[in-house]
């Protein structure tokens, strides 16, 4: 007769290997720089862009991918990881800026902002994001890189 242990050790590798892979998202999920590759980014924008930086060291829930020479009028790109309280409390709106509802992504999106300085914001769950192509492309060309770059960190989240 094999120990009770022997049965149960797959269930405990199980439990084991789905913290740790809790745990390795999480910090993902918290680090932008790690949740888009500069490929991604440069895939989606069409330009080469270098490697994301952070703000400051210590804060890294935003990331910029910085394109060397604007080329094809891209400038960088941005992601910045939320809450689904500060996406609420964009939705809210302000008076200077315009609201525009965007459906089939994440659970709730919208732009927010005014032509070329409007990024797109996106929450899933309790997690949120903004993602915005910093450029003087049309806007909807802009939207669509924008679009796809929040495809990929859905993906992600």
């Not at 290997?17 to 991604?40: E, G, H, N, R």
């Not at 996106?122 to 915005?132: E, L, N, P, S």
């Not at 909807?140 to 924008?146: H, S, V």
């Amino acid at each position: 007769m094999r120990p009770i242990i022997h049965r149960s050790a797959p269930l405990v590798v199980a439990t084991v290997f789905a913290q740790l892979t809790q745990s390795v998202s999480a910090a993902a999920a918290d680090d932008a720089c790690a949740i888009l590759t500069p490929a991604q980014v440069t895939a989606a924008v069409g330009v080469a862009v270098g490697d994301g930086t952070y703000v400051t060291p210590t804060f890294k829930k935003t990331c910029t991918w910085t394109v060397g020479n604007s080329a094809g009028g891209i400038r960088f790109v941005t992601l910045n990881l939320q809450d689904a309280a500060r996406f609420a409390g964009g939705k809210a709106g302000v008076n200077s800026v315009v609201m525009t509802p965007v459906g089939g992504i994440g659970d709730d999106a919208y732009y927010l902002g005014a032509g070329s300085t409007e990024g797109l914001f996106v929450k899933k769950g309790q997690r949120a994001f903004k993602i915005d192509v910093y450029s003087t492309v049309p806007l909807e060309k802009k939207r669509a890189m924008e679009k796809a770059l929040a495809q990929q960190v859905l993906a992600k989240l």
